[in-house]
Nanobody, 121 residues
Framework: QVQLVESGGGLVQAGGSLRLSCVAF????????MGWYRQAPGKQRELVAV???????NYQDYVKGRFTISRDNAKKTVYLQMNSLKPEDTAVYYC???????????????WGKGTLVTVSS
């Protein structure tokens, strides 16, 4: 059983910062991509940023220059540093990891339950 647990969400004023963390627990052989997604009220879940096991990262245009994704493979943790937050960043933020539980190149996607980020104007 693999679980992803997010933390770090909360209420912040526009222009402020938050740092989200996501830790993977369980019978893990390897972690491939890890990413952050978000879902605002009434909208579909969307990709925010993703990082590969090698450390490269990709971002959606609307967070470039404001958000930074990073990971600590030894701690099985991915982070999302969010700066210059805007009210439109308000959403539930979910962590997703592509994880193998055996020596196989094919991973399975696991999701956390999400952490709420609210940005007030």
């Amino acid at each position: 059983q693999v679980q992803l647990v997010e933390s770090g969400g909360g209420l912040v004023q526009a222009g402020g910062s938050l740092r989200l963390s996501c830790v993977a627990f369980g019978r893990i052989f390897s972690i491939q991509d890890m990413g952050w997604y978000r879902q605002a009220p009434g909208k579909q879940r969307e990709l925010v940023a993703v990082t590969t096991s090698g450390g490269s990262a990709n971002y959606q245009d609307y967070v470039k220059g404001r958000f930074t994704i990073s990971r600590d493979n030894a701690k099985k943790t991915v982070y999302l540093q969010m700066n210059s937050l805007k009210p439109e960043d308000t959403a539930v933020y979910y962590c997703k990891g592509t994880i193998t539980t055996s020596p196989s190149p094919i991973g399975t996607d696991y999701w956390g339950k999400g952490t709420l980020v609210t940005v007030s104007s």
